[in-house]
């Protein structure tokens, strides 16, 4: 049976941050569908239509593993080969209405050291695959471009901070990726994917990257700032969602991953750690650091233990279908507060439950959401919703989801469930855990070894 052990444990490949959700309390307060259209974009409040089951709120959870299967990917790229040194996009549109404000700068930006010797030959100028309408690639970033404020989460490679732009004071993340972790834990390959997969991609709920650049020690990506924190948090602090609830999260996952597949992109690593909330409550999906380019199969293995497709586990070759074994793991644990294979912590004990494909659904779960699940969380390939001819269609075509507009979702045009309380635009980044900051300087010169 599930402990509350689950609650306080964040499914990190390294688990540094505190986390403080011992009593948790659901910030979703209404009750009635999110699915179907409203007429005002501007309402905060969320409802949903109470069905079957969906009213009751046990506090199902449990202890999760915090470990992460090893990657077999090869170290054989060098990352400077791929990093530009200075790279592309100085933040001057965004698509965020970011206000100019006056902020505190932490002590941390006293570590921060100048890094434009770094540049390369060439300028390392990348244009990114989508137009530049959506990225601007006049300039380049070096890290006197903003000021660093404080961490807003941590993994296995370094952390994201929140940073500031000087020149137009908007707020943006900077994910800082230390070159020693990544090669020592032969992620090399992955980051360079990471980069590439994030300049390609563009849809409303994927994170947005506007550039790159690097140090002797250190790769930078900017990103988008999303301020409304992690899906995880939210999750715990509700114990689970209602199913209306869970099913607006779900049919935003199902968009994002239709417009990955569709460019033969795998994403390989969905769970709520990697879901973030914008200031209206919609989803971006933040971390392509599994993301890869695979128009048929691959091998590697790598994802979090609870969220891993048994084809993955068992060694074989796998295809996109893993995405779609995991948005099931995703459902399940947004609608009963614990994913399906966990066993007391143990990554070991997880794969074998996997392998066993033994899900007990708690009778409180929609039947029709049994039925998706059943459909997503099956072993057999030839079964498996997602894999099969009508592909990502017969996901959005499922009873489930049958009150979705998938048009009006996509436009971000229904209101969302949850509406974060941040104040837009200045930083705000009280939705995030707090975690100790970086001690080493940013911005060394020197051999990059
Ligand atoms: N664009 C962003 N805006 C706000 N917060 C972010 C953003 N990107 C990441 N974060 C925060 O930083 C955390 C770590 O980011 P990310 O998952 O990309 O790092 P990682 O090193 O790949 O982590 P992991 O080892 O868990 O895969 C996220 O869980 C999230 O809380």
Request: proline share 7%; aromatic share 10%.
């Amino acid at each position: 049976m599930p402990t509350l052990g689950f609650l306080k444990k964040k499914r990190t490949k390294d688990s540094t941050g505190s986390r403080d959700l011992d009593s948790p309390t659901s910030p979703i307060k209404d009750s009635h569908s999110p699915i179907t259209p409203t007429t005002s974009k501007t309402s905060s409040n969320f409802t949903f239509n109470q069905t079957k089951g969906t009213d009751s709120h046990a506090a199902a959870s449990q202890s999760t593993a915090a470990s992460t299967a090893p990657s077999k990917t090869p170290d054989s790229m060098n990352p400077s080969g791929s990093f530009p040194q200075q790279a592309y996009a100085t933040p001057q549109s965004s698509p965020e209405p970011y206000q100019q404000t006056s902020h505190n700068v932490p002590s941390i930006q006293n570590m921060i050291h100048h890094a434009t010797e770094n540049k390369s030959a060439n300028g390392g100028v990348q244009q990114p695959a989508q137009p530049a309408a959506v990225r601007t690639t006049k300039g380049k970033y070096t890290l006197t471009d903003f000021t660093i404020q404080r961490t807003l989460g941590t993994g296995s490679f370094g952390r994201v901070h929140l940073v500031q732009s000087k020149h137009n004071q908007r707020f943006y993340a900077i994910k800082v990726l230390k070159k020693a972790q990544v090669v020592k834990m032969k992620q090399v390959e992955h980051t360079n994917d990471e980069r590439r997969m994030l300049q390609q991609v563009k849809h409303p709920f994927l994170i947005t990257l506007w550039g790159t650049f690097q140090d002797s020690k250190n790769l930078y990506m900017v990103m988008d700032f999303v301020e409304g924190g992690e899906l995880f948090s939210l999750l715990r602090k509700s114990q689970r969602f209602p199913n209306p609830v869970a099913k607006f999260y779900a049919a935003e996952v199902t968009l994002a991953l239709d417009y990955l597949h569709a460019q033969n992109i795998i994403y390989r690593d969905l769970k709520p750690e990697n879901l973030l909330l914008d200031r209206h409550g919609h989803l971006k999906i933040t971390d392509f650091g599994f993301a890869k380019e695979v128009p048929d199969i691959t091998w590697t293995l790598c994802g979090t233990p609870d969220y891993l497709a048994p084809e993955v586990v068992a060694s074989k070759g796998y295809n996109k279908s893993v995405d779609w074994w995991s948005l099931g793991i995703l459902i399940f644990e947004m609608l009963c507060g614990f994913t399906p294979f966990w066993d007391g912590g143990s990554p070991m004990k997880i794969y074998e439950n996997i392998l066993k494909g033994r899900v007990k659904y708690p009778p409180y779960i929609h039947h029709d959401a049994q039925d998706l699940l059943q459909k997503l969380i099956t072993s057999d390939l030839t079964k498996r919703l997602g894999n099969l001819h009508g592909g990502s269609k017969d996901v959005m075509n499922h009873p489930w989801f049958a009150e979705v507009t998938w048009e009006r979702l996509q436009k971000k045009d229904i209101d969302a469930p949850y509406v974060p309380p941040v104040r837009a635009g200045v930083g705000d980044a009280s939705q995030f855990d707090k975690y100790p900051e970086e001690t080493e300087a940013y911005g060394q010169t020197g051999d990059d070894t």
